[in-house]
């Protein structure tokens, strides 16, 4: 498992990334109206790249990745899933919806979002101290 804080890109992504933000899907629109602005006390960024890949929404912060998977993820599960397994080596945890869940369930979306941003900061925060300290 790779330690590094800081994730390599490929350079040439920088350019797809920018417009992949241009053309985004009715359900990263929708996501991202939710999730900008540190509206939950962390900061996303959106097509963001990292590896030879472009993930959908990527906190730094907690090194937390969400995908959203719609038609076009049908026919690359396999690509998707080593995706996922390189960028895990670089301790990012994933969260991936269903294109349609975002659309028509956002209530359930944000409450799995909030709950695993809620684990991912008690595990990246230190302990408070103990009273005797």
Sequence with gaps: MK???IIPYN???KELARILRKQ??????LLWKEIKGKAYGVEFHRQLPMLNYI?????HE???AIEIDGISHDHKVDYDSERQKEL???RITF???????????MFNVLRALEITIDELKRK???PPPSKGE
Excluded: A, G, W
């Design 3 to 5: 330690h590094n804080k």
């Design 11 to 13: 350079p040439k992504l």
């Design 24 to 29: 985004s899907t009715l359900s990263e629109i």
């Design 55 to 59: 993930v959908d929404f990527y906190c």
């Design 62 to 64: 907690l090194k937390l």
């Design 88 to 90: 895990e080596e670089y």
């Design 95 to 105: 969260l991936r919806f269903p294109d349609m869940q975002v659309k028509n369930d």
């Design 124 to 126: 990246t925060s230190p």
